[in-house]
């Protein structure tokens, strides 16, 4: 598995770089800006420590990794070894894998949610555009999410049916 936890190291910072401002946020009228940490944190915590082995993504990289293994110091002839390996990296469809992984662990962050009574709303433009100002993490973007996730007219006009939950990979 050191290969896949290298792929996944290895793309996760550009992915997470990269990223907008979402399109859907989640809110609980009134809810207070340290229960709404709290409880953000609790449900990323709670996904990002599940175990995700079972999902088509993590068994990807697992069969990768062992076909890999495979081929790395095998007796034989290097080049085609190495050309092997390529092939099997190719394969592997790292995007595709890690996409799997990440709808699996949002599921759990939606369901859990759901659980402490929050629900989806649709960020406005200028909402969004906003938020892609302020720095990812800093207190002043927890701020104003908190800000929209908390106001009862903004959740019951910016509304959007919330997902089934799907904890199961």
Avoid at 89 to 105: M, P
Avoid at 149 to 164: E, K, M, R, W, Y
Wanted: charged fraction near 20%; hydrophobic fraction near 40%.
């Amino acid at each position: 598995m050191r290969v896949a936890s290298f792929l996944i190291a290895a793309t996760l910072p550009a992915a997470v770089m990269a990223a907008p401002a979402p399109q859907l946020s989640w809110g609980k009228p009134g809810v207070s800006l340290a229960t709404y940490r709290a409880e953000a944190i609790g449900c990323g915590m709670r996904a990002y420590y599940t175990d995700v082995a079972n999902t088509n993504g993590a068994k990807n990289f697992q069969e990768s990794s062992r076909l890999l293994d495979s081929y790395a110091g095998a007796p034989g002839d290097t080049l085609e070894n190495a050309r092997m390996m390529g092939h099997i990296v190719e394969s592997t469809h790292v995007d595709a894998s890690l996409k799997d992984v990440k709808q699996f662990q949002a599921g759990l962050i939606g369901k859990c949610l759901l659980d402490h009574g929050y629900h989806r709303f649709r960020l406005t433009d200028d909402q969004r555009a906003h938020l892609e100002k302020l720095k990812v993490g800093s207190e002043a973007r927890h701020a104003y999410l908190h800000e929209l996730a908390a106001d009862p007219q903004i959740l019951s006009a910016q509304a959007v049916p919330d997902p089934t939950p799907t904890t199961t990979p």
